[in-house]
């Protein structure tokens, strides 16, 4: 097991051109299995038309939550109110990102999308808040004007389906408008069934990526355009594209390099870059564990939802305030004294807060002797441990900063582990988490992984299952010292400053950014771009806008391996 | 009433004329055998699982003797009284066939599907087949409104045990108010209220789901062999729900028993053990009720994850976390903390065979219409052991299915048990499951 971990976390620093040069014999065997054998040929041998990366599949994701009611939001309005319950998010490879091309939808998950696309549809065409576009509608019951459905379904399920509807789907929908309105007397009501038959159509529902061959590169696929700017925009925005994004995409100035920067630079500048920005840290850093996490209210009275609400937005507040506003390197949030506090906070650290002028948030920085410095010493970091309610896990914690900060896979613990030594917190001798652990590692089958894990974990012992802070564990003085990277650390602030230095910290976003926007596992002929993405980070002083316009812009960002090919387009509407 | 067609009611309704139709009245006949009739249909069979996560303590759970003459122990005590209409199963394994022992997952999969996962762990993961509940709904579940239902004591939607092959769980009923609103609220028809009103709104409902699956061949085109399936499974989900419509469109079978519960009040889900039970309560109070008033006939109940979570009030640890760390007690053998919660399981679940068993259908109940069965993920949950992994079937399942025995599995695949199940239920299955899960050996005590 060592051997497999130390080869996985040693293939980032191998030197870049080895890599790549291994990356491209592994393509051409993966490759050869594609569809047409004369072109696999042509790719064993490297051809001035071959792309630098082969990308990976199209993808076929379900829209989250968030994403869904953002479309809605975005192309009807925020107080169109979108009800009932939807299906769970399974993370996969590390994101929901990933797991979202790989859900289904159960019955009852489909039960609700149709409550929901009625509902939406009802509130949009006969509510309070009838849509300008139906200005049109005849005045006269039992009518139906044909060119008045037909613009405003056009108009919007383009929005909705993220590219004009085709000939064939336009009729549909017109179809069952005009049989509703003729069966209920009321062209409202045709309407509405119309527009319902879109929202619950899987072109909506989920994000079905088409491509083409690529003219620059003619062993290779691409998006095609309207699947670029749909992965654009939600890798910035976590939401469909507005209009304007999509006119980019029809009119063809996406595929113009400056006209493609222009878009993805008109996104980034855009105040939606805010919520695009705290989507993607929310999932790698996997926040979804903040719903329904609760900790033992008798062992820790000061914990209460709202505290745990504060302690998320407390961190997402950190990210997006260095990150965007003040421009900041990422490294340095794991160091930084910044951060921003609400009142129940401010008990919890023990800071007196007057957040009154700050609109329930009062900016805040630590001073130089206080042990918080950085996201990990953070409430949030702290507390999101969905299993376990009263005390802290240094395991969980260690594997959480492996996985999700630093993109190394813990496998899972062997089944016929006895546990019974590891975690006896009445033990008499083996008083604080360290000893329990220390014994535990004693274990041959158990000492690979934990050795990985527990190290980093116990360095943040110093915090408590909610975020406060401790010194003592039953009456002894808790050790955060410890070794990273090869690196010892006296205290939880020098392990921060190691993973401040690592390169596997900056190296990890890059790749969990581009996962999360292409919806895989990168791909081995990727390897190389990631290796030219860490440098291009590097060179502009780690600023995350600046990765997120680097990967937008890329052309590994549109590749795609498998040919999906959309057929010809036969728009029925383009505005 | 044969004159009823969709196409009728549907003008009339449309068109703005409400039409309300008088149904018979209540009518419960006895046949000359005795079986319970509901207005000349037969009492329908129904079928649910009933989770709970971390095992037993073996010596503790499961009978010495077999057959019809034992003597529960104390983590099975409290389905004392109702012995004669319980089945317990010991000594049936789950056989791991060359896959690893994905913990907490391999034990539930290989009993529900009949196959050893290759992909999960510690409660989550991939499902190899269609869990037993869902074979079950597509057998007898397409005429009800609800194929099946779902429901989680512990506030998380994911928490089910019920799922097609892959990733995705039929997600959970969580909350009281929403799971009676979906069942009990507009939507609702009552089945003894002796009219049918037929909503209008379902029939344009309908035709939108229509449209909506005329889009399906041209959609497959578009899709990569990988995602085929899943958009399928789309498709598959809009018939299910369309069908779903159609029964709403036709008047309800009178049921004997069905009595339209209170809307229940708010609750907040917890994970301590007093939390969790009493959103079981509450929950099972309208699953029985559902069942009754034929809303539908599959159900699965999830008391807590198979990494449960659920802790005493001010404790720091969760039933999960002692089995694995809680000292065996010299003395008694097993770990007492723990243990508080695994003795109280079978507590529960006796709570809901007693609901079950008091609502009267023909000349029997709601139970002996039946099979509920019982189980959880392991055995000792400490080391992850898959032999003899608990599995208490209640019910009779209208009297195809000989209750009250302990049947030994003297080490057989535990695809026996779901394999003789199905077959009681009425399917024509011959032989389940996958690998060395194979079997085509049924049961024979029970059935």
Known sequence: MMTSFAKYWNRRSTGGALLFATATIFVAAAVSREPTAAAAAERTLASDDDPASWGGPPTFRRLSEDQYKRSIAQIFGADIVVPGRFEPPVREDGLLAIGSARVIVTPAGLEQYAIRAHEISAQIVEGKRRNDDL????????????????????????????????????????????????????????????????????????????????????????????????????????????????????????????????????????????????????????????????????????????????????????????????????????????????????????????????????????????????????????????????????????????????????????????????????????????????????????????????????????????????????????????????????????????????????????????????????????????????????????????????????????????????????????? | MTSWTRRSILQGVLRGSAITVALPLLDCLLDINGEAMAAGRPIPTRFGTWFWGCGINQRRFFPDKFGTDFEFKAETMPLTPHKDKVTIFSGFNAILDGQPNLTHWSGVMSMLTGTAPSQGGNGIGRAPASTLDCLIADHIGTDTRFKSLQIACTGQSSVSYSMRAGNTVNPSEIDPVSLYTRLFGPQFQDPNSGKFTPDPNVMLQQSVLSSVKESRDQLMRKVGAADKARLDQYFTSVREIEQQLAVQLQPPAPAEACVVPKAPKALEPGTTWEDATKMHDVLTDLLVMALACNQTRVFHVALSSAVSNLRRAGQSVALHELTHEEPIDAKLGYQVEATYFLERSMGVYATLIKKLDSVKEGNGTLLDHSLVMAMSESNLAKLHTLESIPMIVAGSAGGKWRAGQHINGKGDTVARVGLTIQQAMGMPVASWGTGANTTDKTVTEVV
């Open chain 1, 135 to 575: 200005k049109c509608a005849p005045a006269a019951p039992g009518t139906f004007d044909d060119a008045c459905a037909s613009q405003f379904l056009g108009k919007y399920g383009r929005l909705l389906f993220r590219r004009p509807l085709t000939r064939p789907e336009l009729a549909a929908v017109m179809t069952l408008s005009r049989s509703a309105a003729k069966a209920s007397g009321s062209f409202a009501k045709g309407v509405e069934s119309g527009l319902a038959s879109l929202l619950l159509s899987p072109s909506f529902v989920f994000r079905l990526e088409t491509t083409e061959p690529d003219p620059l590169h003619k062993t290779a696929q691409r998006l095609d355009s309207y699947s670029l700017a749909t992965r654009i925009s939600f890798l910035l925005w976590d939401a469909p594209p507005d209009a304007e994004l999509l006119n980019a995409a029809s009119s063809g100035a996406l595929r113009d390099p400056a006209g493609l920067q222009r878009q993805v630079d008109r996104l980034i500048a855009s105040p939606h870059f805010e919520q695009g920005v705290r989507a993607f840290f929310s999932d790698m850093l996997a926040y979804d564990q903040f719903g329904g996490l609760s900790k033992d209210a008798s062992l820790f009275p000061i914990f209460n939802p709202r505290l745990r609400d504060d302690a998320q937005e407390q961190s997402l507040r950190t990210i997006v305030d260095h990150l965007l506003v003040q421009q900041g390197d990422y490294r340095d949030l794991f160091t930084t004294k910044k951060t921003f506090l609400s009142r129940s906070l401010g008990a919890l650290y023990g800071v007196k807060v007057d957040s009154r002028a700050f609109n329930g948030w009062m900016p805040y920085t630590f001073p130089a002797d206080d042990p918080h410095s950085g996201l990990l010493t953070l409430a949030g970091f702290s507390m999101l441990d969905a299993s376990h309610e009263g005390r802290s896990s240094p395991t969980i914690r260690g594997k959480t900063v492996r996985e999700n900060l630093l993109c190394q896979p813990v496998p899972p613990p062997p089944a016929n582990v006895n546990f019974d030594l590891v975690q006896n917190v009445n033990d008499p001798v083996l008083k604080t988490a360290r000893a329990r652990l220390t014994a535990h590692q004693d274990n041959p089958v158990c000492a690979g992984c934990h050795r990985m894990m527990d190290p980093v974990g116990l360095s943040l012992e110093n915090f408590t299952p909610v975020g406060g802070y401790r010194t003592q564990e039953n009456g002894v003085t808790i050790d955060a010292s410890g070794t990273f990277e090869g690196k010892s650390y006296k205290n939880v602030t020098e392990f921060t400053h190691l993973l401040h230095d690592s390169p596997t910290v900056t190296s990890c976003v890059v790749q969990r950014a581009y996962e999360y926007g292409v919806g895989r596992k990168v791909a081995t002929s990727e390897e190389g771009w990631l290796e030219t993405a860490n440098q291009g980070f590097a060179k502009d002083g780690y600023r995350f806008p600046a990765l997120m316009r680097l990967i937008a812009t890329s052309p590994e960002f549109e590749r795609v391996s498998a040919a999906r090919l959309a057929p010809p387009l036969k728009v029925a509407s383009t505005k």
